[in-house]
């Protein structure tokens, strides 16, 4: 990682040292080699210092410390190593790793990458945008993802980040054209992105510019099957009049910021256990905040009636009236179940594509057995219907989860083992009627239908290219070659 200016200050320090020994009253008795020696020393033990300022410039960028930490820093490591001549000489502020890192170290790994990317045959391009709360612009940052021979594996790197104050598809366009100016666009094979209509209109205009200018046309997967997953979970369980999201967050802000609250609770508490932070961007995640919430909802509706009684202070916010009007709901327990069941089923698909290896080719086949394993869990929709799904990923993607003709009856609805489990006992107490547990079952079905209805509208497995990948699975290979070879 020797930089041509690197040099360059080595040179400058031979030459000022022999200066010094040239104006000096050097004793001539002293050997030449000796002196020629001591500039080489003091030479090699320079570039040593700057080694040891770009390994601690390195140091700092991978563990997020802060330009400012660097103030002073050499006066440190001269007192902790003082018989080290490369720590009395270590000198770094918050300018000059700034400078480091910005015009030396990052140019350097970005060369790197693009020496690497112009030796390849194809690659793809992988992009997201966000607010950046620091320059108050979006950014957009751009990955690629290619086939590294010398690693033999595939690899994805980052490339670069742009920014923007509008982000129109136009916008989007030039800012993805400026990124990727330095590569050849006749070699993208892909292009990876969250599915918002604006990022849909930029993708089609980038492929007429490519068909025009190159002649060739980029492989359409589909957008992110996470954001669709999550979207799709989300508009299940906002179908239903539950207010799920609302209970939970409220729960949380209730305790949140609040000494007082929260050491009344604790008093009157079984279990020192707190709410947990509900997510609104990762729906998914939340199923240990729901259950966190039927652990301690016993003692949530023994805190909300103190406080109507007047044993506690009366609190007039906001989030303690939905908590209250959620206290009153005796299926509330059993719909957080329900809704901590559904996330959980998911959340292993989730945890698997959250990742950087090549996974297209299993795609198809696991999300396919994701929406049986929901509508066999959960007996939403008939058995014939399920056979039929079961037999094809086509008929899979053309279901009408909307028609209530292929819906299994009330009664045969499934809301997972805890779930059943507690609705038998409020039952059994008779704390619940028998139409407060039809309409719970039918609002059940509503969440998991819509749910999937949702996820196939935009699932990539809608792509032919995306369920034929799976020929290239080696377990379906071993079964199937015939069947592979032609897909």
């Not at 960028?61 to 002073?72: A, R």
């Amino acid at each position: 990682m020797k930089h041509a200016s690197f040099k360059k200050g080595k040179d400058k320090v031979a030459v000022c040292v022999t200066d010094f020994f040239r104006k000096s009253n050097v004793p001539s008795s002293i050997p030449k080699s000796t002196i020629q020696n001591s500039i080489k020393d003091l030479a090699a033990a320079t570039q040593d210092v700057l080694d040891a300022e770009i390994l601690w410039s390195l140091k700092l960028i991978k563990s997020h410390f802060s330009y400012k930490s660097c103030n002073n820093v050499g006066n440190l490591f001269s007192k902790m190593f003082h018989d080290s001549i490369i720590a009395r000489q270590f000198s770094m502020s918050e300018r000059k790793a700034a400078y480091l890192c910005h015009f030396g170290i990052a140019p350097h790994f970005q060369n790197q990458v693009y020496e690497e990317l112009r030796q390849l045959t194809h690659f793809t391009a992988l992009f997201d945008e966000t607010l950046n709360k620091t320059n108050q612009q979006k950014q957009m940052d751009l990955h690629v993802r290619y086939w590294s021979k010398v690693d033999n594996r595939v690899k994805t790197r980052y490339l670069t980040s742009t920014f923007m104050g509008h982000s129109t598809a136009t916008d989007i366009l030039d800012a993805f054209k400026i990124a990727l100016a330095k590569l050849d666009l006749k070699k993208l094979v892909q292009i990876s992105m969250d599915g918002p209509s604006v990022n849909w209109s930029f993708y089609e205009h980038f492929q007429e510019d490519l068909k025009k200018e190159h002649e060739v046309k980029c492989i359409n997967i589909g957008s992110c099957e996470l954001h669709i997953l999550n979207n799709a979970f989300r508009k299940g369980a906002s179908c239903t009049e539950w207010d799920i999201s609302s209970v939970l967050v409220a729960l949380y802000y209730l305790f949140k910021d609040s000494p007082a609250r929260r050491e009344d609770f604790k008093e009157y508490s079984k279990s020192e256990r707190m709410p947990m932070k509900f997510v609104n961007h990762r729906w998914l995640e939340n199923a240990p905040v729901s259950l966190r919430a039927v652990e301690i909802w016993e003692d949530i509706k023994t805190y909300v009636k103190l406080i109507k009684n007047g044993k506690l202070p009366k609190v007039t916010c906001k989030s303690f009236k939905i908590v209250e009007e959620a206290t009153k709901d005796a299926l509330i327990q059993v719909k957080l179940l329900f809704f901590a069941c559904v996330s959980e089923i998911i959340k292993s698909f989730l945890e698997k594509y959250q990742s950087d290896e090549p996974l297209v080719p299993f795609f198809a086949t696991d999300i396919h057995r994701l929406a049986i394993q929901c509508l066999q869990h959960f007996k939403v929709i008939t058995d014939e219907a399920i056979l039929k799904i079961q037999s094809s990923m086509k008929f899979l993607c053309d279901f009408d989860f909307s028609d209530q003709t292929f819906h299994s009856p009330a009664s045969n609805i499934s809301l997972g083992f805890r779930g059943d489990k507690f609705l038998n006992e409020l039952y059994t107490k008779k704390e619940i009627s028998d139409r407060e547990v039809m309409d719970l079952k039918k609002e059940s079905q509503l969440f998991i239908t819509r749910m999937l209805h949702s996820l196939m509208a935009k699932c990539p497995i809608n792509y032919s290219v995306v369920r034929n990948a799976k020929c290239i699975d080696p377990r379906y290979m071993s079964q199937n070659r015939n069947m592979s070879l032609k897909k």
